[in-house]
């Protein structure tokens, strides 16, 4: 059992869990993730890591209220339990060398891509941040991104907050006026991260996507989080979670994700936790 010691809620839709497992925290870096039941007869989800402390043994997980399994693990309270907390999952994040990157964030994914900035500022690299929302209500992690920045965007769809527009609009003014990046790291909805790549794939500047597909084991075995990348299957949870996007089929990966929707909707909507008596 794996108790929380934190819960915070970050907006209407996304909640923050610092949970205690100090052997997923002994070994955890940016890009890694988590599987979790929130009981023994619940399903497993992956989690992607969004912080970890050595010290004191804990790892924050940041997780979109979506389906019957988030919004039961939602209601959990500081001091309760979780049953399963396996990890750390997946390749890490290759940051060496880097002296000059741009992480583009969209919504939750936010909470993926902080890591990544905070151990790349920690690398004393030059960090440029371009996050996106739909609102202002919806905007996570505003000021820990500008901690691990040295130049901090934020844009909206509505013009709420930040300078109205994409994420896309952000990062091709920077390119078109002569910034020079190592590389761009995208980490958000499909749909976002496929326009980020074929806007880098342009002006030719090395992009890495984090990819999260429907996934089960976590291991390989089970074969659910299969993706094509560069003509070749990958499996997201030993291969990834991060992938050259310039090679990645996300018109497929898209398909895919919607497979399961209605499933999703259906057991949801039976779930007796939240029928009204």
Same mark, same amino acid.
Request: net charge negative; charged share 30%; glycine share 10%.
């Given at each position: 059992?794996?108790?929380?010691?934190?819960?915070?809620?970050?907006?209407?839709?996304?909640?923050?869990?610092? =949970?205690?497992?100090?052997?997923?925290?002994?070994?955890?870096?940016?890009?890694?993730?988590?599987?979790?039941?929130?009981?023994?007869? +619940?399903?497993?989800?992956?989690?992607?890591?969004?912080?970890?402390?050595?010290?004191?043994?804990? #790892?924050?997980?940041?997780?979109? =209220?979506?389906?019957?399994?988030?919004?039961?693990?939602?209601?959990?309270?500081?001091? *309760?339990?979780? $049953?399963?907390?396996?990890?750390?999952?997946?390749?890490?994040?290759?940051?060496?060398?880097?002296?000059?990157?741009?992480?583009?964030?969209?919504?939750?994914?936010?909470?993926?891509?902080?890591?990544?900035?905070?151990?790349?500022?920690?690398?004393?690299?030059?960090? #440029?941040?371009?996050? +996106?929302?739909?609102? &202002?209500?919806?905007?996570?992690? *505003?000021? *820990?991104?500008?901690?691990?920045?040295? &130049?901090?965007?934020?844009?909206?769809?509505? +013009?709420? $907050?930040?300078?109205?527009?994409?994420?896309?609009?952000?990062?091709?003014?920077?390119?078109?006026?002569?910034?020079?990046?190592?590389?761009?790291?995208? =980490?958000?909805?499909?749909?976002?991260?496929?326009?980020?790549?074929?806007?880098?794939?342009?002006?030719?500047?090395?992009?890495?996507?984090?990819?999260?597909?429907?996934?089960?084991?976590?291991?390989?075995? $089970?074969?659910?989080? &299969?993706?094509?990348?560069?003509?070749?299957?990958?499996?997201?949870?030993?291969?990834?979670?991060?992938?050259?996007?310039?090679?990645?089929?996300?018109?497929?990966?898209? *398909? &895919?994700?919607?497979?399961?929707?209605?499933?999703? =909707?259906?057991?949801?909507?039976? $779930?007796?936790?939240?029928?009204?008596?």
């Amino acid at each position: 059992m794996y108790r929380i010691l934190e819960r915070k809620e970050l907006n209407p839709t996304v909640t923050l869990m610092r =949970i205690e497992a100090p052997l997923v925290a002994k070994k955890a870096e940016p890009g890694q993730f988590i599987i979790l039941r929130v009981d023994a007869d +619940g399903e497993r989800i992956p989690l992607t890591i969004a912080d970890f402390d050595r010290e004191k043994g804990s #790892v924050t997980i940041i997780f979109q =209220i979506v389906g019957a399994t988030t919004k039961i693990l939602n209601m959990k309270q500081e001091g *309760e339990y979780v $049953c399963d907390f396996v990890g750390p999952l997946g390749v890490p994040t290759h940051l060496d060398g880097l002296k000059k990157v741009a992480i583009v964030g969209g919504g939750v994914g936010c909470a993926i891509a902080l890591p990544v900035a905070k151990k790349l500022h920690k690398l004393g690299a030059e960090v #440029v941040s371009i996050v +996106g929302f739909r609102n &202002r209500d919806l905007v996570i992690l *505003e000021d *820990e991104f500008k901690a691990a920045s040295d &130049r901090f965007i934020l844009m909206s769809d509505d +013009g709420s $907050c930040g300078t109205k527009g994409l994420v896309t609009d952000a990062l091709k003014e920077l390119i078109e006026n002569g910034e020079q990046f190592d590389q761009v790291i995208a =980490i958000g909805p499909l749909i976002m991260m496929k326009f980020v790549c074929l806007l880098t794939k342009k002006y030719d500047v090395k992009t890495v996507v984090s990819m999260n597909p429907i996934m089960i084991d976590g291991t390989g075995m $089970c074969g659910c989080c &299969r993706l094509t990348v560069g003509n070749e299957t990958k499996f997201a949870c030993v291969d990834g979670p991060d992938f050259d996007g310039h090679l990645v089929d996300f018109d497929e990966a898209m *398909e &895919r994700s919607r497979m399961y929707r209605d499933f999703e =909707i259906k057991r949801s909507e039976e $779930c007796n936790l939240f029928k009204k008596a």
